[in-house]
């Protein structure tokens, strides 16, 4: 019904950049929230950064003034840029968007992508 398709990770060198997309598709009436989560191996998934359709966001400590995250309301499309990256920020990066499929149903879904992995080198 609804697919997210994340793309832009790769392995950097710490101190570098990247910029993670994720565009929803499918049976969509209205998205809510999205946001991105990470999960290193022998962890627990943890939230990284999240934006309402609104604009409001809020960001993990350890990403605070180093990621920032933006949507584009009109392409369904959440996006994470990742600056002065450290080890430590290793890990599979998912998106999850917050869904109604239909305007004759008030429920509200949330949906994950596959995942796109993060490497940061010392």
């Known amino acids: 019904q609804v697919q997210l398709v994340e793309s832009g990770g790769d392995l950097v060198q710490a101190g570098g950049s990247l910029r993670l997309s994720c565009a929803a598709s499918?049976?969509?009436?209205?998205?809510?929230?999205m946001g991105w989560y990470h999960q290193a191996p022998g962890n627990q998934r943890e939230l990284v950064a999240r934006?309402?359709?609104?604009?409001?966001?809020n960001y993990a400590d350890s990403v605070k003034g180093r990621f920032t995250i933006s949507r584009d309301n009109a392409k369904n499309t959440v996006y994470l840029q990742m600056n002065s990256l450290k080890p430590e920020d290793t890990a599979v990066y998912y998106c999850?968007?917050?869904?109604?499929?239909?305007?004759?149903?008030?429920?509200?879904?949330?949906?994950w992508g596959q995942g796109t992995q993060v490497t940061v080198s010392s």
């Open positions: 999850a968007a917050t869904v109604r499929t239909d305007v004759r149903d008030s429920l509200w879904t949330t949906y």
């Open positions: 499918g049976r969509i009436f209205s998205v809510d929230t």
């Open positions: 934006i309402t359709s609104g604009g409001r966001t």
